[in-house]
């Protein structure tokens, strides 16, 4: 079984690690400075980690992926009923890939199920 580092699976590189660990920094604390903003951004990140549950059953695949990810924010969050218009894509994306390596790593599923 793979021994998480702090909360990431070891496959997450650090300087990945890093960068989510800045995307949740950058969006989070808007609770308590826009309460509105906060509310939109987490809607859209939880839309984007429902995303990758249904398309990333491993953290190579949510790594691999970031970049057509960032492309398909608008649409997802439209989709969803969400205005992304002014959200930080990159941001986003990185705070929702971080929860769903969390969760592989919680699940010990952090390795290709073909592998």
Not at 6 to 28: H, I, N, Q, S
Not at 49 to 63: C, N
Request: aromatic share 2%; charged share 30%; hydrophobic share 45%.
């Amino acid at each position: 079984m793979v021994r998480p580092v702090g909360d990431m699976p070891v496959e997450v590189p650090a300087e990945v690690r890093a960068r989510f660990a800045a995307a949740e920094a950058r969006l989070y604390p808007l609770a308590l400075a826009d309460p509105d903003g906060y509310e939109l951004v987490a809607s859209v990140v939880g839309v984007v980690a429902d995303e990758l549950r249904r398309t990333a059953a491993d953290v190579a695949t949510v790594l691999e992926h970031r970049e057509e990810l960032i492309g398909r924010v608008p649409r997802l969050a439209t989709d969803a009923g969400l205005d992304p218009d002014g959200l930080p894509l990159e941001v986003v994306v990185d705070a929702a890939s971080a929860l769903r390596c969390r969760e592989l790593g919680a699940s010990g599923r952090t390795g290709r199920p073909d592998a």
